[in-house]
């Protein structure tokens, strides 16, 4: 949910700053490896993983890396160049939820309480953590700090642990440790994303299917485009997103939204009687729809047809789901007007970043009137990258 502190933009290497944790006089700090878990972007399917429902996400070549070992004392060390105050140490057997300190450490603090809850024999570890993954831009900075910081313990204590176990660990490290009510979307995309594929993700069995993904064979380019925003309130925002879903399955008697079938959609909405809830629902079933078209266009290869797609999902966020925010409207409009095929907010929304599928040849003009029109309306200038599959997380040596 962005929670982290902002971290530098251009990556840098893992070592770079390694020295700068430098061990206390006496002690003995064994190196036992690094490992590295990336930031996501989601295609289509927003909000719907915690309706049961699909996703679409893929992860982007930023990372946040995590050199580790373990300990022997029970002390579990973090660190991390990206913020100051130096390292903070905790007691494994301490660890509990709402005992954090608060701050990024509780994320990987949380993983290693919901690995220890979930029966797995882990216990201290030193862990210097560093990150290119953007903060507060939507592009799940805290889930690639849980992931790797799982993926760092499985290996160093050999857990062994499945991806998908580890993701659906790492969202508990984060509903019930951090207490940030999210689905399961941006754990599984760190932890089982593939280069050069995006994930399609049912919510509810955990079943996958990696769709190939490459836009740069037919002269395409996603752009993410971070507003620079950051989610404010979105935390409180996102939980009464996710109640009022909730009180809309319980009014529908289904178990969850994805139980409501497209074709069934205008019968359901008129058994609701609370506009609000109304407007989320109907945001719920057509993303879901969205996200079956999106995969029935790319099996058919018909890639450039998703743009439209895209953006009548940006709409939907925008006026049902209510979770769009001037900049990123902007984004949108602006892109569209400047020839791109498609384009929408992604992740939780209120700030953070927007999606652009262009020509490669469109897209500096895109990426010029992007910039002109945050400049005319006096918004910080975007930060804006071409996104390219990349792997889901992985030791690095
Ligand atoms: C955030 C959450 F963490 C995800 O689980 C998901 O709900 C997303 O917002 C919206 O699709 O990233």
Known sequence: MGLCPRAPWAPRAAWARWARWA?????????????????????IGEHTDYNDGFV?????????????????????????????????????????????????TDYP???????????????????HYESTVPTGAGLSSSAALEVVTALALSDLYELGLERRWMARLCRRAENVYVGAPTGIM???????????????????????????????????EL???????EH???????????????????????PALRDVPYAALGEALSRLDDPEVRALVRHIVTENHRVERVIALLEAAEVRAIGPVLTEGHASLRDDFRISCPELDLVVDTALSAGALGAR????GFGGSAIVLTERSTTPTVTKSIVSSFA???HKEPRIFSAIPSEGASRVS
């Open 23 to 43: 061990p206390r006089e006496g002690e003995r700090v064994v190196s036992e490896g690094v490992w590295a878990a990336p930031g996501r972007v989601n295609l």
């Open 376 to 378: 005319s309306a006096g």
């Open 109 to 127: 603090a949380g993983v290693v309480w919901s690995l220890r809850e979930a029966g797995h024999a882990v216990g201290g570890a030193d862990l």
């Open 186 to 220: 941006d754990q599984t995309a760190s932890a089982c994303c593939t280069a050069g594929h995006v994930l399609y993700l049912d919510t509810r069995d955990l079943s996958q299917r990696q769709i190939p993904f490459d836009l740069a064979a037919l002269g395409l």
């Open 56 to 104: 679409m996400p893929f992860a982007l070549p930023h990372t946040t890396v995590a050199t580790a070992s373990r300990r022997d004392d029970g002390v579990l060390r973090l660190h991390s160049a990206d913020v100051p105050g130096g390292a903070v140490e905790l007691r494994v057997d301490d660890l509990a939820p709402a005992r954090g300190p608060g701050g990024w």
């Open 345 to 348: 907010m992604t992740g939780g």
């Open 223 to 229: 752009l993410v485009v971070d507003t620079r925003v």
């Open 232 to 254: 404010a309130h979105s935390e409180g925002e996102y939980g009464k997103r996710r109640a009022g879903c909730e009180a809309g399955a319980a009014a529908l008697g289904v």
